[in-house]
């Protein structure tokens, strides 16, 4: 990858993308860059046309090709005159260090909180890449493989090479990856297991909320598998195997059904939810309990497991 920069002050950078970066989407591009920034600021720029791709606009989701120019604005992360710098809080770094599932040259697997948005952002200075990069300045490669939501806990895989960053995202594409979740839903689930598969795209709105839709005509494919495991009266757990990773998938899917996720803000049963806050339950009851791949070039086989958080099973526990 060639850099061409015209001072040594803040000014426009041109990137040459060689075979390390093709196939990365524009904006992880540009948060790896751009260290210290945040995604929404990202979007910001690619949207109004500060970043370039060949001389022309691209989307934040535009997969680099080997060969293309990036054009790269000014950004200054820091006052010169006060020496700021971004310091990771100490409940956050606590928090990243304890959960730790597995680590090695290539891959670094942690049991998420809820709670950590994976990304900063929306008023959040620090999400889990961000604090991670600066808490590990000597880790020249570090990026998140995939995503949770901000209040959903459990396994979540980030790439410390560019090499098994690429094979992660292939087996995403292709299936190859295998992922189950645990979720509480609202209501008796009858008969047993369920497949949904409904195209989801990003097109309602609430408000200034954007929200996630089941679509036949505009929705990406999306299926998700839901096997009962346990039983109450007005609750049931289910494990979720999802085959693709849309947003908010499993809850649109759910709620889709009938049966929306407890405790879920945006599309679940809202009285249920006061009253599963009212029992103690401060978030949306999911979790990304396991994971599992085999890399394509070394062979070398992964799973991954995240037992139910302690808020989690404690709800359980009082429902009986």
Same mark, same amino acid.
């Given at each position: 990858?060639?850099?061409?920069?015209?001072?040594?002050? &803040?000014?426009?950078?041109?990137?040459?993308?060689?075979?390390?970066? !093709?196939?990365?989407?524009?904006?992880?591009?540009?948060?790896?860059?751009?260290?210290?920034?945040?995604?929404? =600021?990202?979007?910001?720029?690619?949207?109004?046309?500060?970043?370039?791709?060949?001389?022309?606009?691209?989307?934040?989701?535009?997969? =680099?090709?080997?060969?293309?120019?990036?054009?790269? &604005? &000014?950004?200054?992360?820091?006052?010169?005159?006060?020496? !700021?710098?971004?310091?990771?809080?100490?409940?956050?770094?606590?928090?990243?260090?304890?959960?730790?599932?597995?680590?090695?040259?290539?891959?670094?697997?942690?049991?998420?909180?809820?709670?950590?948005?994976?990304?900063?952002?929306? /008023? =959040?200075?620090?999400?889990?890449?961000?604090?991670?990069?600066?808490?590990?300045?000597?880790? &020249?490669? @570090?990026? @998140?493989?995939?995503?949770?939501? %901000?209040?959903?806990?459990?396994?979540?895989?980030? !790439?410390?090479?560019?090499?098994? =960053?690429?094979? @992660?995202?292939?087996?995403?594409?292709?299936?190859?990856?295998?992922?189950?979740?645990?979720?509480?839903?609202?209501?008796?689930?009858?008969?047993?297991?369920?497949?949904?598969?409904?195209?989801?795209?990003?097109? !309602?709105?609430?408000?200034?909320?954007? @929200?996630?839709?089941?679509?036949?005509?505009?929705?990406?494919?999306?299926?998700?598998?839901?096997?009962?495991?346990?039983?109450?009266?007005?609750?049931?757990?289910?494990?979720?195997?999802? /085959?693709?990773?849309?947003t908010h998938q499993i809850r649109v899917h759910a709620a889709s059904l009938g049966y929306p996720v407890v405790g879920d803000a945006k599309y679940g049963d809202f009285?249920?939810?006061?009253?599963?806050?009212?029992?103690?339950?401060?978030?949306?009851?999911?979790?990304?309990?396991?994971?599992?791949?085999?890399?394509?070039?070394?062979? %070398?086989?992964?799973?991954?497991?995240?037992?139910?958080?302690?808020?989690?099973?404690?709800?359980?526990?009082?429902?009986?």
């Open positions: 990858m060639t850099v061409i920069s015209r001072s040594d002050t &803040p000014a426009v950078r041109f990137v040459d993308i060689d075979e390390t970066h !093709a196939g990365q989407r524009l904006d992880n591009f540009l948060l790896g860059e751009l260290k210290g920034v945040t995604r929404s =600021l990202v979007y910001r720029i690619v949207r109004k046309g500060e970043v370039r791709v060949n001389k022309g606009r691209a989307k934040p989701t535009y997969r =680099l090709v080997a060969g293309d120019r990036v054009r790269i &604005p &000014p950004l200054r992360l820091a006052s010169p005159a006060t020496g !700021a710098k971004s310091v990771v809080p100490a409940s956050m770094a606590t928090a990243l260090d304890t959960a730790v599932l597995y680590e090695d040259a290539e891959l670094l697997v942690l049991d998420k909180p809820a709670g950590l948005a994976v990304h900063g952002g929306s /008023g =959040l200075r620090f999400g889990v890449i961000e604090s991670l990069r600066e808490l590990r300045p000597h880790t &020249p490669f @570090l990026e @998140l493989a995939h995503r949770l939501d %901000r209040e959903t806990s459990g396994v979540l895989v980030l !790439a410390k090479s560019r090499g098994i =960053l690429v094979q @992660l995202h292939a087996l995403l594409r292709e299936g190859g990856m295998h992922k189950e979740y645990l979720a509480l839903l609202v209501g008796a689930w009858r008969g047993g297991s369920r497949t949904v598969d409904a195209p989801l795209a990003r097109s !309602a709105r609430r408000g200034n909320e954007r @929200l996630v839709e089941v679509s036949e005509e505009q929705g990406a494919a999306a299926v998700s598998r839901f096997r009962p495991v346990r039983r109450w009266r007005e609750h049931t757990l289910v494990a979720v195997d999802i /085959g693709t990773g849309r009285a249920a939810n006061r009253g599963a806050r009212d029992r103690g339950l401060k978030r949306q009851f999911l979790h990304a309990a396991s994971l599992a791949f085999q890399v394509p070039d070394s062979g %070398r086989k992964f799973r991954f497991e995240a037992p139910l958080p302690e808020d989690l099973q404690a709800y359980l526990d009082r429902l009986g």
